[in-house]
């Protein structure tokens, strides 16, 4: 991407980078805070007060506590204060001044200072952007809804760290800058490649209907012209960050040699996805998403893609799709996934023949197509991210409460469709089979009525993401490597940590704010979907005896904490349990419906 260089950087003035670092300290207090790395003090005048760890510096602020420790604190109540004298806030040195009580080591903290600054950065971007009300947002369009989203991950501090973009890039490459692309593609050579794809899919089908003839037959004339047989080569497509800053570096012995050909350029655009290296097919929305490779740092992982991981994806989603097509439970919910039809990976045997196979340097060069929802849209549906639910305007009005509007019901007759579409195919698959997703705002897609109400649930990132905790579960051998062990303690928290703690505390909070409803109705909502979800299924009732979701309290498993102590690799892939953060129990706010 071209950009003047007086264009590169108008969103970081006193005023927005203020601004900005005022919400990140508010989310830095209320998230550090319920996951008891600080413990704030209630001050006379009924606020709270953090003191640094040299015990000089003091943070006052108001908050609102909520269910499941949940703080609200409020961005415009905080002031930094030191021997008496009132100081600007600085977001960076909120945490050198807290490092100790957060556990940042010398080694992680100017690597995390550095994903600071890139976060504050991103929102000052976003304040930037002409102010979109929630309820215009609601009928924006489902791209519009996924480049509009401005916290990012509810949980994490540092959610858009990003380590690798430039600012130019960031103009190019973020979700929030909206900018189309056209993704690079190469020609891999098919004895340093593996392709795989799922079931009534191959590679020429596949190929012919994401790429159009005039494309296709301009890349074999680039092969042809070179020496080459087109028919010895796979077709990639890279990110365009990954081929101007690794491959083309990286990976020169490889082009060099013509084991991979650099072609061109697609025809179609696409648009950046909150994860960063999906796009949406902007030309085209009933083709695949495409996820490729890029090796930027963000939120605790380097975002690249394993060649041999890759090749399990497709028949990993069929098993699946099968599953949930046998169902009755989840037929009935309506409940569905996007599949990861077919992936490719390109193999640098240097570099594999230097590494383990959990190795960053084996993660350069892969790529998966994913189906996109919109081909499967009724009259009268459209889309959007679950993440959607939280956002909240300039005007602090929340997404949820628009749609809530729009429907006309109460925001507890609203959550009834919505629970039943999200929450009990989550339960169905705990209890029924021990599969367990990931299922946070990002991997979520709602299919929204012309009424505003939640019609079903669409969930996304399945082979990298769902496991199945059942030692004993037959599985096809292709599907075996999503089997992990959880101690049984901790199976529970699949849903306690990551829809209670980690999307319902939120949306509660907002709800409740903006006063529509209150915490008891809505945990009252929560619990009479889970009832109705026991009563429809009566040959599951041990299970739900031995994983009781009515339990009094549940560990509070801290996401912070993981990047705090590694910023680059937070859990094992390997262990995924055994890298939680378990630091005291939280109290469920269902444990008041229990029989």
Not at 227 to 234: E, K, N, T
Request: hydrophobic residues 45%.
């Amino acid at each position: 991407m071209t950009m003047r260089l007086a264009d590169s950087v108008p969103h970081l003035t006193p005023d927005l980078w203020e601004r900005a670092g005022r919400q990140l300290i508010r989310k830095a207090l209320a998230e550090f805070a319920h996951e008891r790395l600080l413990t704030p003090e209630p001050t006379a005048d009924g606020g709270y007060r953090v003191l640094s760890d040299d015990q000089a510096t003091e943070y006052r602020f108001t908050a609102r506590r909520f269910a499941l420790d949940h703080w609200q604190v409020d961005a415009d109540s905080i002031s930094r204060h030191r021997t008496g004298a009132a100081l600007p806030l600085d977001a960076l040195e909120f945490f050198i001044e807290l490092k100790g009580s957060l556990g940042l080591s010398e080694k992680i903290l100017p690597v995390y200072l550095e994903e600071i600054s890139s976060t504050v950065a991103g929102t000052a971007f976003k304040l930037t952007k002409e102010p979109v009300t929630s309820a215009e947002l609601t009928r924006a369009g489902f791209q519009a809804i996924e480049t509009g989203m401005t916290e990012g991950h509810p949980c994490f501090v540092a959610n858009n760290g990003r380590l690798g973009f430039g600012v130019h890039e960031y103009h190019a490459y973020a979700p929030e800058a909206a900018t189309p692309l056209r993704l690079i593609w190469l020609a891999a050579r098919r004895d340093h490649a593996t392709f795989t794809s799922g079931e009534g899919l191959d590679y020429d089908s596949l190929i012919r209907a994401e790429l159009d003839e005039r494309t296709l037959a301009g890349f074999d004339a680039r092969l042809t012209a070179l020496g080459l047989d087109p028919a010895d080569y796979l077709l990639l497509p890279v990110h365009p960050w990954q081929w101007w800053n690794k491959l083309s570096v990286s990976f020169a012995s490889e082009i060099a040699q013509q084991r991979l050909v650099l072609l061109g350029e697609g025809e179609d655009a696409y648009l950046a996805q909150q994860s960063i290296r999906t796009f949406f097919n902007a030309d085209a929305p009933e083709k695949h998403y495409v996820k490729t490779a890029i090796s930027v740092l963000n939120m605790g992982f380097m975002r690249g893609l394993s060649a041999a991981y890759m090749k399990a994806t497709p028949a990993i989603n069929d098993w699946l799709a099968q599953l949930i097509d046998r169902d009755a439970v989840l037929k009935e919910a309506r409940f569905s996934i996007i599949r990861e039809r077919a992936a490719i990976g390109y193999h640098h045997r240097a570099y594999e023949a230097a590494t383990d196979r959990y190795s960053p340097y084996r993660k350069m060069l892969a790529a998966l197509w994913r189906e996109s929802p919109v081909p499967s849209l009724a009259e009268g549906e459209r889309l959007a991210t679950m993440a959607s639910l939280l956002h909240t305007d300039h005007e602090g009005a929340t997404f949820a409460g628009a749609l809530v509007d729009e429907s006309g019901l109460t925001a507890k007759e609203w959550l009834r469709p919505y629970l039943y579409a999200y929450l009990t195919p989550v339960l169905h698959s705990f209890y029924a089979y021990d599969l367990v997703y990931m299922p946070h705002g990002e991997n979520v897609i709602l299919v929204i009525g012309d009424d505003g109400t939640v019609r079903r649930a669409i969930f996304k990132d399945i082979a990298e993401e769902i496991a199945v905790m059942d030692a004993d579960a037959v599985l096809p051998p292709a599907v075996d490597r999503i089997r992990v062990e959880v101690p049984e303690s901790m199976k529970l928290l699949s849903i306690f940590t990551d829809v209670f703690d980690c999307f319902f505390r939120f949306l509660a909070a907002a709800l409740v704010t903006e006063g529509r409803l209150t915490e008891d109705e809505f945990w009252g909502a929560v619990a009479e979907c889970v009832r109705a979800y026991e009563a429809s299924v009566p040959h599951l009732a041990d299970r739900f005896t031995e994983y009781d979701l009515f339990a009094e309290e549940f560990a509070l498993s801290c996401l912070n904490r993981l990047q705090l102590r590694d910023n680059a690799q937070m859990v094992d892939l390997t262990d995924p349990s055994g890298a939680l953060q378990l630091v005291g129990n939280l109290r469920n706010p269902l444990a008041e419906y229990a029989r």
